[in-house]
């Protein structure tokens, strides 16, 4: 940091962002604003420890429970295989079973489907792959909602002209027509085809907790440096040789474990210890 003048002891040369940089201190600060995009919750799980672990939990519950395909027999309903000839509710049981030979399982795709559903997403896109001349779709493939914007029709209240799928950091882009695309969404009542994320009402608390845990992070990376300053001589240059002896020294006490180790420093240095108080020296 840079010493305000009250503070700063006569001689001391001004290095603060050779300091800020081997601190990594970042010169614009580091904010960390409340998520506000789909793909902003959708990191959620990979920075929050409570987000992946019910994020988890839905996704393992939903892998146990098969997709179970019904047929009516008189006024009964019975399990596909059951039914006495086979048709077209065996096939749907198998596309169900075994969704696609390429991506994931049929497990896999029920616990995406469900956790981004109700975990991280608020709904989620499955797009059906028919033959070469249609019909029955023959493969389901899972797309994450957050490389799926559908283009609403302006003349009727949730419908969907098309749905254009690009994922992030590549240049693909395909369009799929509605017919070719299930869509399941959480309740969203200012934009039906918009998808409304289950964290957006706990966007604010896991802001908070990501600077809270940085915030700690921090301190206990830099517990042991006491806040002081390098004193040197008027007319005297620091060379590059005792840079790198002071960082080197810096290195030495940084962290929980380094606590009471005293640095050597180079020939003509003097420390100038700061009386702060612990919150003080904490920021």
């Given amino acids: 940091m840079t010493l305000p003048p009250m503070y700063a002891p006569a001689g001391v040369k001004d290095f603060s962002g050779v300091w800020a940089q081997f601190m990594g201190i ?20 990979a920075t929050e420890a409570w987000v992946y672990a019910c994020v988890r939990r ?13 047929v009516k027999r008189g006024k009964d309903l019975v399990r596909s295989e ?23 399982n049929g497990a896999d795709f029920r616990g ?7 975990g991280v997403g608020g709904g989620a896109y ?32 949730g419908a969907v002209r098309k749905y254009v799928y690009a ?11 509605p017919r070719d695309v299930l869509a399941f969404r ?20 896991v802001a908070t907790n990501r600077m809270a845990g940085q915030q700690m992070a921090a301190t206990l990376a830099n517990w042991s440096i006491p806040p002081g300053a ?14 790198g002896l002071i960082r080197r020294a810096l290195r030495a006490l940084r962290g929980p474990r380094n606590a009471g180790k005293v640095p050597i420093l180079p020939a003509g240095l003097e420390w100038k210890p700061l009386a702060l108080n612990p919150k003080d020296a904490e920021w």
């Fill in 112 to 118: 995406y489907t469900c956790a981004g559903m109700f």
């Fill in 26 to 45: 970042p010169q614009q600060g580091d904010g960390i604003p409340a998520p506000s995009r789909l793909r902003d919750f959708a990191e959620a799980p």
């Fill in 82 to 104: 059951d039914a006495p000839r086979r048709g077209d509710a065996q096939d749907l049981q198998y596309l169900l079973d075994n969704i696609n030979p390429v991506s994931m």
């Fill in 126 to 157: 499955w797009r059906k792959v028919r033959g070469v001349r249609g019909g029955p779709t023959q493969e389901l493939y899972w797309l994450p909602a957050t490389d799926v914007t559908p283009e609403k029709d302006p003349a009727i209240v």
């Fill in 230 to 243: 390098w004193v040197i001589p008027k007319g005297e240059e620091v060379s590059t040789q005792d840079e």
């Fill in 58 to 70: 839905l996704f393992v519950s939903a892998q146990s429970v098969p997709l179970r395909v019904m």
């Fill in 186 to 205: 959480a309740p969203n009542f200012a934009d039906p085809v918009a998808l409304l994320s289950p964290l957006s009402s706990a966007r604010y608390e």
């Fill in 167 to 177: 994922p992030n950091g590549t240049a693909l882009r395909e369009e799929y027509g």
